[in-house]
């Protein structure tokens, strides 16, 4: 059996390395290495696939944030909604933007934003929230834009986790994660479903007047070259990458299906462990698995990381930190606050590997031995 790895992206490129090479050749031959024809390639592909009317490719996803609320225009002192259960780059770049991050606990069962704190976080100065797909699935937006509406705010997703996956609203359409709010945003980090050769990003609207703005803070505030109309940034996808993930974006469905595929292998097989529960699938969101995250009960979260790496199947704890704990927000009011539910997750969730590319024996080794762990 091949070793096991949380991602696996040597196979991957090992099945698809011809198209890859090719597409990696055409532009060193044409060494068109900045905005070359593949980005505009690339990006319309993109905007086929989620459904959205514009795509500006950027650096990466922490950038597609930030260039969010550049394109806001907000003011010192006003405030975004984050989730405190998150990656770094959402909360940090609203400090970083000389904003107020206004941080909300989460739902003990999907471990994302709760409408009813966001409600209750909102203040005449509330300017937007960022919702977080977290893990692969979406956060409940349908509940999200209501208060956004009523409030007068700014939704940007961040859907860095979440490309793929489809947002179910109640009255039966469908929008793909990243095209609900006024902007979605995306990252090519080599481990996301859409993984680049290093790093990469995308912002989708649906808003033409945005599109321009966002375009236009990419690259240095500009829409003629050498003339600058705001202050902006540089900002961009490689040609190269961009060539790498148009080949990816094929097969996008196919490797999202494979982790579905190994997320029901996964559930079937812990089900009824009383040490673990399995991740909470939510009505309104399909699930592409960006990450298969259990919590722990009753165990010792550590004994059983050691456990499972002495059987050669590596585990890891995303996130193990809240943002309330970190100490670059330290100056922030929300850092002497109570996050119970985040905290809680903190302590207990574990993720397992998760990639198309896991085989049915690693599936097994890996579940036959977190079945057995009580043996020991
Ligand atoms: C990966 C990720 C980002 C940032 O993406 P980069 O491309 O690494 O900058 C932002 N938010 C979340 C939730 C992420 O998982």
Redesign the pocket.
């Known amino acids: 059996m091949k070793s096991i790895r949380m991602v696996d992206l040597q196979s991957q490129y090992l099945k698809l390395k011809k198209e890859i090479d090719d597409a990696m050749q055409e532009v060193i031959l044409s060494s068109a290495f900045i905005n070359g024809p593949s980005v505009k390639k690339f990006a319309e592909n993109l905007a086929d696939y989620a459904g959205t009317a514009h795509v500006v490719p950027c650096g990466?996803?922490?950038?597609a944030?930030q260039v969010s609320l550049m394109a806001l225009d907000l003011k010192p002192g006003d405030e975004v909604i984050v989730p405190d259960f998150?990656?770094i780059?959402?909360v940090e770049v609203v400090a970083f933007m000389g904003l107020t991050p206004v941080v909300t606990d989460v739902d003990p069962d999907t471990f994302m934003m709760r409408p009813d704190e966001i409600e209750k976080a909102v203040t005449s100065r509330t300017r937007a929230i960022i919702p977080?797909h977290?893990y692969g699935q979406c956060a409940p937006m349908e509940d999200i834009l209501t208060i956004a509406k009523k409030h007068n705010l700014f939704v940007i997703e961040?859907s860095?986790?979440a490309l793929g996956s489809d947002y179910l609203f109640s009255d039966g359409t469908r929008k793909k994660a990243g095209t609900l709010g006024h902007t979605g945003?995306i990252?090519?980090?080599p481990s996301?479903s859409l993984g680049a050769y290093g790093?990469?990003?995308a912002i989708f609207t649906n808003d033409a007047v945005l599109a321009v703005k966002l375009r236009s803070i990419v690259n240095h505030g500009t829409r003629k070259k050498y003339f600058h109309e705001r202050v902006g940034i540089n900002s961009r996808l490689d040609t190269l990458q961009a060539a790498i993930l148009d080949v990816k974006l094929q097969h996008l469905d196919e490797f999202n299906l494979a982790r579905q595929q190994a997320a029901d292998f996964y559930n079937h097989a812990f089900m009824s462990l009383p040490y673990l529960k399995i991740p909470k699938q939510v009505p309104w969101s399909t699930h592409i698995f960006h990450q298969y995250t259990l919590i722990t009960r009753g165990i010792n979260r550590d004994e059983l990381i050691k456990y499972l790496k002495d059987k050669g199947i590596p585990a890891m704890i995303y996130y193990p930190q809240p943002m309330h704990r970190q100490k670059a927000f330290a100056h922030f009011s929300f850092a002497g606050q109570d996050f119970p539910v985040s905290d809680m997750l903190c302590k207990s969730v574990l993720s397992l590997p998760m990639h198309p590319e896991l085989t049915e024996d690693q599936l097994h080794w890996i579940t036959k031995h977190i079945s057995e762990y009580p043996k020991r």
Not at 60 to 63: M, S
């Open positions: 990466n996803g922490t950038d944030l998150t990656f780059a959402t977080v977290l961040d860095a986790q945003c990252s090519f980090f996301k790093d990469g990003g």
